[in-house]
């Protein structure tokens, strides 16, 4: 193809760019695939709207979510680190992402986990942080926008909005196209409705969510892009306030390496080509999979 084999591509661009930081390559390769990205730049349009403010807000697991952790690592971790360190073994890319979803869903609440909507049977860091930024932006008038890529998360965090009385709304991938219309310009135009929950990948484009000042992003991908496109769905032409964005990162955890991922490979992802999650996931170094393998409990 165009960029050649991946090993070819890896070798000529994308470890020039990321570990030499060698903008002449960076430039050669957005020269090479212009042409064929035909997308409009934020950038461009950026100061033309308010203000948008990014709040990295940061958690720790509770004891619950240690104990599950800890099986995690000791069940699949332990032996695909064993693998990832030596590099005449194949690794396992699928059992890699496999424990990857396990470990995020631990993260995102063990109740996700145990497929279950019971919210309070478990305790979980990242949604005692969540209702805590729930409250001040309900107490400060705030609509808020809250994205997960999981659905079975969004089931628990609507079960809590209903329990709590919290007039909201939502899409999923399986809301029918007339529905989504209805539930996006109820949202936008009932100041009732205060939340809007949406998947990740069905509510990230294509949708205009602009009677939002909030967005909540409950768990993270690696693809800096979705992020950002998923922003856009508040922070957008028609928005006349600022946006404030809340990112969820469970300290310790694999989330923080992810974090850090998304920072160090933004360059090359958002100026060049635009992956999904698990082709940048197919794209970690040995080193970098190492390192989110290994987990040392908090004391």
């Known amino acids: 193809g165009l960029l050649g ?11 020039p760019i990321e570990e030499q930081h060698d903008d002449r390559r960076l430039a050669a390769l957005q020269r090479l695939t212009q042409p064929f990205m035909l997308r ?4 461009m349009v950026l100061k033309e709207l308010p203000k948008i403010i990014e709040d990295d807000r940061f958690c720790h697991l509770s004891a619950d979510q240690q104990a599950l952790y800890q099986q995690a690592i ?15 073994q194949t690794f396992p890319q699928l059992s890699f992402l496999a424990l990857v979803q396990r470990l ?5 609440h063990p ?3 145990a ?43 609507e079960k809590y909005l209903t329990d709590q009385n919290i007039s909201h709304t939502g899409l999923r991938g399986s809301t029918q196209m007339l529905r989504r219309g209805q539930h996006i310009d109820s949202f936008n135009k009932d100041n009732d409705i205060k939340v809007f929950c ?5 509510g990230g484009t294509g949708i205009d969510l602009t009677g939002a000042q909030a967005v909540i992003l409950y768990d993270r991908w690696w693809n ?14 028609g928005q006349r306030q600022a946006v404030q964005v809340f990112k969820f990162v469970t300290t310790g955890t694999l989330e923080e390496k992810i974090h850090r991922i998304i920072a160090r490979k933004k360059e090359l992802i958002d100026d060049a080509v635009r992956y999904d999650e698990q082709s940048i996931i197919k794209r970690l170094s040995r080193d970098e999979i190492s390192a989110i393998l290994q987990w040392t409990p908090a004391e």
């Open 5 to 15: 084999s991946h090993s070819n591509f890896r070798r000529t661009y994308v470890i």
């Open 115 to 157: 497929g279950s909507c019971n919210y309070e049977q478990y305790k979980s860091g990242k949604w005692e942080l969540f209702k805590e930024i729930l409250s001040e932006c309900l107490q400060n008038d705030l609509k808020v926008v809250v994205f997960s890529q999981y659905t079975t998360m969004l089931d628990i965090i």
């Open 111 to 113: 109740a996700q986990l």
């Open 198 to 202: 949406a998947s990740l990948l069905a």
């Open 40 to 43: 409009r730049s934020r950038n």
């Open 224 to 237: 800096a892009a979705k992020e950002e496109q998923a922003v856009a769905r508040v922070h957008r032409f």
């Open 104 to 108: 995020k869903q631990i993260c995102n």
């Open 74 to 88: 000791d069940e699949q971790g332990r032996d695909l680190l064993a693998v990832a360190r030596d590099s005449n």
